[in-house]
């Protein structure tokens, strides 16, 4: 695609590539409203100087993690300090069949997710959102974060090994040291 | 597939359990706020984008602009303050064998002189007096 947008070819764009933007900064921040920021300032950064992407570089959707990501460590760093996972929110994931309980269960445990995602560095939060969420391959993760493969996937296995650490419980952890041990 | 990093890649209960945080759609005042600064941004003045403009240059890079120029101005003010007389010579008279004599010109006061060069000099066998009337004056 060519780098100069007309009005037409941007709004096709936008709705071809909005949720993945938001989607990541949303898993980033942890909240509508800084997720929103981001997203608004992404575009309007490519409608500003479409020059800034390059096809022969990166994909359109690869640019756009890449800036996205960038925004969010601004904001990181503007702010001094990770940014309250103010809404820690989630959604529970449909098809609980309408038992409350079973709701209930599922809304805890889609909160416990979002809640120990959140609580992993951020280095390690975006390639966990970019794998396992946005489904990148590591190569494509590797230029977004300007980083090389091996140091993603070393963030990757230390990320999982945190959510592994905080989604178990106590004594199921203990089990499967038990396990491995035998 | 004794690599724990694969055993979760293949594993349908890691990525289902990682699913379970799914993430609520943007709300429509995200595609409102974005048509309204696109149209703004399209009719924006040059000269707005240019005080709109930043520039990102790297601290070292910055610190050491600043310094240079630091060390420029300071520099400046020195050589003001401390070097206000130029040296100039003035060339000798159209008169073959006058006296060279170098002045320092000051910028705030009288030229001095501090150097005559009198080799060569002779005296005139003959001095002419002329008196030239100044302008105004009767006499």
Redesign the interface.
Known sequence: MSPEFG?EA?AAL?REH??HV??YA??MFGS?EP??DA??DC??SL??RPGRYDPARASLRVYFYAAVRNLVRKRFRDLGREVAAEEV?????NGNDGDPLRGLL?QE???A??RA?LALPPLQREVVVLF??EELSLAEIASIVEADVGTV?AR??RA?QG?RRM?TPPASREEMEENRSE | MNDPMERLDNDPEWKALLRRWQVPPPTASLERRLEASLRLGAHEPWWKRLLAARLSVPVPVAALVLLLLLAVSLLKVRITHSEPLQPASIPSANTPGAPVVSVWNSRQGPAYVTHADWSGFRPPDRIEARIIKQKGTTQ
């Open positions: 009005t941007f936008y909005r949720d938001f989607r949303y898993r509508v997720a929103e997203t608004h575009f309007l409608w500003k929110p989630a959604q529970a994931v599922d445990l889609a909160e997710v979002g995602v396992e969420y996937k990757l296995h999982r959510l989604l």
